[in-house]
């Protein structure tokens, strides 16, 4: 499961998703992805006890479809 998808689902670790936003990855598209997903709070700013707002979910949900995409291409 991507780290992204455990998130949407409020599984994993208490520091799990801080984890995952604040180190770098050796490929620079994934590194990028981190980025966005570590500015969303800004961008989509939240409501109360949330991370981010709808909107902000939605931008996660596209890049897990993209991911996934991404991974059944390679497969093939």
């Known amino acids: ?3 992204i998808e455990k998130f949407l689902a409020g599984e ?3 520091y799990d998703w801080d984890d995952f ?3 770098s990855i ?3 598209e994934l590194d990028a992805l981190l980025i966005v ?3 969303l709070p800004r961008l989509y700013p939240p409501s109360a006890g949330q991370y981010c707002n709808d909107e902000g979910l939605d931008m996660l949900r596209q890049i897990v479809c993209r991911l996934l995409q991404e991974i059944k291409n390679s497969d093939q």
Request: net charge negative.
């Open 37 to 39: 997903c570590a500015g």
């Open 12 to 14: 994993g670790g208490a």
């Open 21 to 23: 936003t604040t180190l």
């Open 1 to 3: 499961m991507i780290e």
């Open 26 to 28: 050796d490929d620079p």
